[in-house]
């Protein structure tokens, strides 16, 4: 069945420098989603992206989709103490009907 | 609007004992689905619904059981809990990707212990 794979685990960054997490399917996506789940919170959704190579921006946050849809990533610029939390990427192929989570980064961030 | 809500927020069972988690949303959304969340497992699928009177396995089924009798509320059965379903359960809708609004919304989840 598809697979949904997501680098790194864990990662601790000082306040202002960059993070990037990476997601990678096993099949071709008809989607993906990303979702922000912050301590003892519930998942959140970020975004999604649909067409092969699509490039979205929400301020400090950039999501890409790669061109054969079966990998995606997400950028965060300079990041800040609020960004502290867990980043799951979420994919669909065309024939499911449900998303399948990657097992999420978490992301600390140290003043 | 509520979102999505589930009841209870916190439960502590014994080995063997029953229980039933419910999920509800006032949204309209066809689509519902239960997970389960463990340390370092992401969420993982246990059952999904696509419609009133319609159920699915997911990933992890077994152990659960779940209806659909209303468009609004999907409930999750645990038979006899085990050990091993100690976890937090999130419940989430969507509107159901053939209409293309595939965002999911989750409700604040049960955490549920089993000793």
């Known amino acids: 069945g598809q697979q949904v794979m997501q680098i790194p685990q864990y990662q601790h960054v000082q306040e202002g420098e960059d993070f990037t997490t990476y997601c990678n399917s096993s099949t071709t996506l008809s989607n993906i989603q990303w979702y922000k789940q912050r301590p003892g919170g519930h998942p959140v959704f970020l975004i999604q992206?649909?067409?092969?190579?699509e490039v979205k921006k929400q301020k400090r946050l950039t999501f890409q989709f790669g061109e054969a849809k079966k990998n995606s990533s997400l950028h965060i610029t300079a990041t800040q103490t609020t960004d502290v939390g867990t980043y799951f990427c979420a994919g669909r192929s065309n024939s499911g009907y449900a998303l399948n989570f990657g097992k999420g980064t978490s992301l600390l961030v140290t003043p | 609007n509520a979102g999505v809500t589930q009841t209870p927020k916190f439960r502590v069972l014994k080995t063997g004992q029953s229980m039933t988690l419910l999920c509800a949303q006032d949204?309209?959304?066809?689509?519902m689905y239960w997970y389960r969340q463990d340390p370092g497992m992401g969420l993982r699928l246990i059952h999904y619904s696509v419609g009133e009177g319609t159920t699915a396995k997911g990933e992890v089924p077994d152990g659960y059981n779940v209806s659909r009798l209303k468009k609004q509320n999907f409930l999750l059965g645990l038979e006899s809990a085990a050990p091993s379903q100690t976890s937090v359960y999130f419940c989430?809708?969507?509107?159901?990707?053939?209409?293309?609004?595939?965002?999911?919304?989750f409700g604040p989840g049960t955490r549920l212990l089993v000793l």
């Open positions: 989430a809708s969507t509107w159901g990707h053939p209409k293309g609004q595939e965002t999911q919304y």
């Open positions: 992206l649909v067409k092969s190579g």
């Open positions: 949204m309209n959304h066809e689509y």
